[in-house]
């Protein structure tokens, strides 16, 4: 079993920074890739980025594209969102997961469903 606590999410003015990280425990995250979700009031849980379990190939839904940048500490054990240039439309609840199946895959999974473990999640709040 793999457990994930986020945190970092906050209320923060558009144009504004925040960065998320997500403390792993219990088994090894090595062979696993690393993503983060977002899911805002009456909306589906979507995808935001993933880092491929090697450690560098990284993934960005176009709505993020070079405003949010993914990393891994694979010593710490952590994984964070660095996020800037923040809009209000990023305003949701950010959820760490982790895709243990992912040594099978020739590339990086943008669906939830691959995603087997997940964080409690922290909220994100962009103000005018």
């Known amino acids: 079993q793999v457990q994930l606590v986020e945190s970092g999410g906050g209320l923060v003015q558009a144009g504004g920074s925040l960065r998320l990280s997500c403390v792993t425990s219990?088994?090894?995250?090595?062979?696993?890739?690393m993503g983060w979700f977002r899911q805002a009031p009456g909306k589906e849980r979507e995808f935001v980025a993933t880092?491929?379990?090697?450690?560098?190939?990284?993934y960005y839904a176009d709505s993020v594209k070079g405003r949010f940048t993914i990393s891994r500490d694979s010593a710490q054990n952590t994984v964070y969102l660095q996020m800037s240039s923040l809009k209000p439309e990023d305003t949701a609840v950010y959820y760490c997961?982790?895709?243990?199946?992912?040594?099978?895959?020739?590339?990086?999974?943008?669906?939830?469903?691959?995603?087997?473990?997940w964080g409690q999640g922290t909220q994100v709040t962009v103000s005018l």
């Open positions: 219990g088994r090894a995250i090595t062979g696993y890739d």
């Open positions: 997961a982790a895709d243990s199946r992912a040594i099978a895959r020739t590339t990086a999974s943008a669906r939830a469903q691959d995603y087997n473990y």
């Open positions: 880092i491929r379990w090697t450690g560098g190939r990284t």
